[in-house]
């Protein structure tokens, strides 16, 4: 099934696709104020806000729910912006269609269920509608994808999936570490499938939504999902991580925008030397790697020799320490060897355990 580029149903689209609206729809006047406004943003399209809320914690606001359906409505109407909002059950489905809510998203409390993708993704069957998709909250990235793929065999085309970050026990810098490999792993995976950014709920934290968006953009991502409230600090919901719609405005002015290819002689031409280097010092790094397998080979037979297990945690323990105490002298981040490190050494033991293995089922072969 193929998947719809973004801008044969998305009019007048020039990259990057912007969506904007505030987290959660609170009062008609609020959806209505906030949509003039970035209606005004030549480049945003599509006007979200939340109605019925995914909340941690109960009593927390949850959304208006259908009440607020009218309000996107005559959004659409007024403004001309397309509409989205949030669906995790048939019921909203069901109320969303009937409101002409022109594409549905599915948040990343609901992508982590397959059962709750499935039953949405049913009740979608036969409406061609566009859907989006956020990551699952957990850094699970074959539940993203299976989340695709039962849109794409309910015959939906028009896809798009939204990289929201992954939670994280640990306190750091962001809301929902962004963890870039896994949206790039699903570009990868699916080519065709349009990739938008959620700055707002990574960072949480409305001073670095700027930043996380530029990141998206060098990242060739796109398009944007930005939470965006015309009075950010009394919002009912994610108050710390809106934006005003004239933030948003001055920020898309200020981005850089880049493009995965450039037809500049002279650029192409510096690239191509710089590429070689990189082949070159690849092609070194993979000899290198063939000499150390083979003196692990030998390190197998000589402790075959001294019955001496494979594995030996104080080995790997001096092992990481020393690589990340060099790499550090270099420059390198520590974090990075430590992760090549333990792919590394882990070969290593493999080759070992293999050697140990094949050994013994040969000994046992040579006695009669
Ligand atoms: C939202 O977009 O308001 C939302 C609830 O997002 P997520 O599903 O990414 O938490
Ligand atoms: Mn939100």
């Known amino acids: 099934m193929p998947i719809i580029p973004l801008n044969q149903w998305i009019p007048k689209l020039k990259k990057p696709l912007i969506v904007a609206g505030p987290c959660s729809a609170e009062t008609e006047e609020q959806v209505l104020q906030t949509a003039k406004k970035l209606a005004e943003i030549e480049d945003v399209r599509i006007f979200r806000a939340g109605i019925w809320k995914p909340r941690t914690r109960p009593n927390s606001f949850e959304g208006l729910g259908e009440e607020a359906l009218p309000w996107l409505a005559k959004v659409k109407k007024e403004t001309g912006l397309l509409t989205t909002c949030e669906v995790a059950n048939t019921k909203h489905v069901e109320l969303a269609l009937k409101y002409g809510i022109d594409i549905l998203w599915i948040g990343a409390r609901t992508t982590v269920s397959p059962f709750a993708v499935q039953e949405i993704a049913d009740a ?68 065709d499938l ?62 850089e925008y880049r493009t995965a290819y450039s037809s500049d002689r002279k650029f192409e031409a510096q690239l191509g030397e710089l590429r070689s280097k990189i082949d070159r010092l690849d092609t070194e790094i993979i000899e290198t790697l063939q000499l150390r397998n083979k003196v692990a080979e030998e390190i197998a037979k000589a402790k075959i020799e001294n019955n001496v297990t494979a594995f030996q945690l ?32 882990a070969e290593s033991v493999k080759i070992q355990t293999s050697i140990m293995v094949d050994n013994k089922i040969l000994s046992k072969k040579e006695k009669p």
Not at 327 to 333: I, M, P, Q, S, T
Request: proline share 9%; net charge positive; aromatic share 6%.
């Open 124 to 191: 979608l069957k036969g409406t061609g509608i566009p859907v989006m998709i956020k990551n699952p909250i957990n850094a699970d990235f074959a539940l993203w994808m299976g989340a695709v793929e039962r849109f794409l065999n309910v015959g939906i085309e028009k896809i798009v999936a939204i990289h929201r970050g992954f939670s994280s026990a640990a306190p750091g810098e962001y809301r929902n570490p962004p963890m870039w490999h896994i949206p790039l792993s699903l570009k990868q995976r699916f080519p």
């Open 194 to 255: 349009p990739m938008i950014c959620d700055p707002s709920h990574i960072t949480g934290k409305r001073e670095n939504v700027p930043r996380v968006c530029q990141k998206a953009m060098d990242l060739d991502m796109d398009g944007l999902i930005v939470e965006t409230h015309p009075t950010p600090e009394k919002a009912w919901s994610d108050a710390a991580q809106q934006i005003t719609p004239e933030t948003l405005a001055s920020m898309l002015k200020n981005m």
């Open 314 to 345: 104080k080995r790997m323990d001096k092992v990481l320490k020393d690589r990340k105490a060099q790499a550090e002298k270099l420059g390198l981040r520590p974090e990075y060897i430590e992760e090549l490190y333990n792919t590394v050494h």
